[in-house]
């Protein structure tokens, strides 16, 4: 393990971080690459009680930049302690956070909604440098988690309850919605940005307190929002932040003092997550894989569908669970597929702060090495590799996580390359007669996260919206994420949980109603007149 010192100041990471990735708006790559890798890793802080502090483990893991492979800082293993230390710092910040007033909670947001905007490109380049995606997918990245924080910023109308008056003789029933505790977040590596922000606003603007622990691949950016929160005025404990693997992991899934977990991953994960937290009687929400599928009708604009498949399928390198993954070609659409191929070799592969970038590299070697497993099954099982962005080398990041596009056709349901998900620049072609058939093969793929159709018919539209079994369409839409006043509503293997995330549902989550019913009767009211000079305050 590593020395570890305390440094002068505790958000040292996030500074040198800072100085890197701004130092980079200066110097050529290359140069900014030299001073990463003669610069010793800074070690990556815990959270508690609204103190950044440099974590006691003796178990350390490497954050790596996938497109130079060069170590940008140690994340340490959180101690049961330090662990046991954020939930109680937690706990007992709820006991006042809870009781200030909704007024007081969304100013703060408020504070930390110009923050993270005027912080954006700051946040962008943590994210490029530790998860690769290139610089303008990145500060998108930051805007839809923006967007949350907003939504959030609206809480006292959010969180309004009921009335019924006279529901009998001098009797009335309302209810309201009261915080539910510690809470706690589950963030992946693919959104460093936004799934933070899914999270922890909406979760501290309700009342509630959180623990967030962020992927352990790119914990950089979640930092950085860490310290704009208490910027923003966080009180202490209202937001702590511990690192780790899975010990972290199951450790929230089993404290008691823990009422909800939230989480974004894989379906292994999730299920996992799904079971012990809710085994423990806790609130779970899980966003899990997919397979999502883009219906191209012969009737669609030729163009607009086949730059959106492209845009879906290979932005990000892949890495996003609303990745148009699988193209249903449905007729004569299947003569588009050499323009299809033609449009996916155009992309430019490099590092994500390259200008003009369309693609940068996976997240690690282990990412990429699976999704180039499951790729070499296509041919041994009758499919066509029309594209194969295997083993590519990119000029002046030679030692990056690169994966061309691929475009693999003849698909069909049983192979392994259409039930893995592959979480990279991939795109499987599955041939289809007619709609009911696409509609069909949609259907019979277990998850539920997103899906698309591209079409000119408002019928066709209309038919395949009300049958399709999966939470978020999009109609010549091809990534139908919905903005936050409505919910993130993936669906059957892509979701387990109580409530889905952000918007109405996710202060279902965040919440418990508390109903009342009074009664007050008319008689007990007293007419009597006072001729005495009231006094005030005398009991």
Request: glycine share 8%; hydrophobic share 40%.
């Amino acid at each position: 393990a590593p020395k570890t010192t305390t440094p002068p100041h505790g958000f040292a990471l996030e500074r040198k971080m800072l100085s890197l990735i701004r130092a980079s708006q200066k110097a050529t790559l290359a140069a900014c690459a030299r001073s990463m890798s003669t610069a010793s890793p800074s070690t990556v802080k815990l959270f508690i009680n609204g103190e950044f502090r440099e974590s006691k483990s003796k178990t350390w893991h490497e954050v790596i930049n996938p497109a130079t492979q060069e170590v940008v800082s140690l994340l340490p293993e959180a101690t049961q302690e330090e662990m046991n230390e954020a939930v109680a710092s937690a706990q007992k910040a709820f006991q006042t956070w809870k009781e200030t007033s909704v007024s007081t909670r969304v100013r703060v947001m408020f504070r930390l909604r110009d923050l993270v905007e005027k912080h954006t490109e700051d946040l962008a380049r943590a994210i490029t440098l530790e998860q690769g995606k290139t610089l303008v997918d990145a500060r998108g990245d930051v805007f839809r988690g923006l967007e949350v924080v907003e939504h959030s910023c609206s809480m006292a109308t959010l969180t309004m309850g009921e009335t019924a008056e006279n529901v009998s003789r001098n009797m009335d029933t309302y209810s309201y919605r009261q915080p539910i505790g510690v809470c706690a977040g589950i963030t992946p590596f693919n959104f460093p940005a936004m799934i933070p922000l899914w999270m922890f606003p909406m979760a501290i603007t309700t009342g509630n307190t959180f623990i967030m622990k962020p992927s352990e691949i790119d914990p950089g950016t979640p930092m950085l929002l860490t310290q704009l929160a208490q910027d923003a005025g966080v009180p202490a404990g209202v937001l702590n932040v511990i690192h780790g693997t899975r010990d972290p992991v199951n450790f929230l899934c089993d404290h008691p003092d823990i009422k909800a977990v939230s989480f974004v991953g894989s379906n292994q994960a999730g299920e996992h997550i799904n079971k012990r937290a809710g085994g423990n009687n806790k609130r779970v929400q899980c966003n899990m894989a997919a397979k999502n599928h883009g219906v191209i009708l012969p009737d669609a604009n030729k163009e607009h569908a086949l730059n959106a498949l492209i845009g879906s399928a290979f932005g990000a390198a892949g890495q996003r669970c609303m990745a148009l993954s699988v193209a249903v070609l449905v007729g004569d659409a299947q003569q588009w597929i050499p323009e299809l191929v033609e449009k996916a070799k155009k992309l430019k592969l490099s590092g994500g702060f390259t200008p003009g970038a369309d693609v940068g590299p996976m997240v690690t070697k282990k990412a990429l090495n699976r999704a180039e497993g499951i790729i070499a099954t296509a041919s041994a099982e009758g499919a066509t590799v029309l594209l194969d962005g295997r083993g590519v080398k990119v000029a002046g990041f030679e030692k990056g996580n690169f994966l061309g596009p691929t475009i693999i056709s003849d698909v069909t349901p049983n192979m392994t390359c259409y039930t893995e998900e592959i979480f990279g620049p991939a795109l499987v072609i599955v041939k289809a007669d007619t709609l009911e058939h696409a509609i069909q093969i949609v259907n019979n793929n277990p998850y539920g996260n997103g899906t698309a159709i591209f079409t000119k018919s408002g019928a066709a539209a209309r038919k395949f919206q009300h049958e399709i079994d999966v939470g978020q369409v999009g109609i010549n839409v091809p990534i139908p994420v919905p903005l936050p006043f409505f919910s993130f509503t993936g669906s059957r293997g892509s979701f387990v949980g109580g409530s889905n995330f952000y918007g109405k549902t996710a202060i279902n989550f965040y919440t418990q109603i508390k109903t009342i019913t009074s009664m007050w009767r008319e008689e007990d009211v007293d007419f009597g007149p006072q001729t005495t000079m009231p006094i005030l305050g005398q009991k």
